[in-house]
């Protein structure tokens, strides 16, 4: 299996609090993905990165800042929790390129009240 | 934009029955298609590729053809055990994109011994 690691596995906050989800990989992969996953939307890019401080958007990043000061590690931050943030959120690397797959940590089950 | 589109679920077959799910996309540039797998409280997991037309994908009996014609990537497998029970993911990842992928919604499928 892939060497990603995501923390906290599990998370109840409240609407207006501030939350960050932890990715860490062992592989020294270039590109990492946040992803959140949502009954009847399949998975759903938040942002990306391909390389240290290099970011990008994906389709749902509305509320939603990350941070890569290292290889391994991609942040993401919820700067004001709201309950439509409440989703299970997936951490994805990559060595880069369309035609290869993508690594996926096990999850972190986020629940906003 | 880019899309991809699974048969709803859940589907429900018995042991050692023929699967098939059916996956179509949408893609302004040339995809590569992927196949993923998620179990119960689990991360995905890549099931199959394929990165061109007429390319068939395979791995622990699942079957997949990429299709440019009719824009399809449908999952076979012959023979269905319990332990495939899962939700499945077809997925598209478009060239110089950074390697995102775009998802269909998924299909949970449930084998009875």
């Known amino acids: 299996d892939a060497g990603i690691t995501q923390s906290p596995r599990h998370k109840v906050t409240e609407t207006g609090t501030p939350v960050t989800l932890r990715c860490h990989q062992t592989?020294?992969?270039?590109?990492m993905y946040w992803y959140r996953q949502d009954p009847g939307h399949g998975l759903r890019l938040i942002h990306y990165s391909y390389g240290v401080k290099d970011t990008d958007k994906g389709e749902v990043s509305d509320g939603y800042s990350v941070s890569r000061s290292k290889t391994e590690d991609f942040l993401l931050t919820l700067e004001s929790a709201t309950s439509s943030q409440t989703s299970v959120y997936f951490c994805a690397i990559s060595e880069g390129g369309s035609n290869q797959p993508q690594h996926f940590g096990d999850g972190t089950r986020l629940s906003i009240l | 934009g880019d899309s991809v589109t699974q048969m709803e679920g859940p589907v429900t077959l018995s042991e050692e029955a023929f699967l098939t799910i059916n996956c179509t996309y949408t893609?302004?540039?040339?995809?590569?298609l992927f196949w993923y797998v998620q179990y119960p409280g689990e991360g995905l997991q890549l099931l199959l590729k394929?990165?061109?037309?007429?390319d068939k994908g395979s791995n622990k009996g699942f079957e997949a053809t990429y299709r440019k014609e009719t824009t399809s990537f449908h999952l076979e497998k012959g023979s269905v055990q319990v332990s495939d029970s899962a939700v499945y993911f077809c997925?598209?990842?478009?060239?110089?994109?950074?390697?995102?992928?775009?998802f269909g919604q998924g299909t949970e499928l449930s084998v009875k011994p």
């Open positions: 592989e020294n992969h270039r590109y």
């Open positions: 997925a598209l990842s478009i060239y110089n994109q950074g390697g995102k992928l775009i």
């Open positions: 394929a990165t061109k037309a007429d």
């Open positions: 893609a302004t540039g040339y995809p590569s």
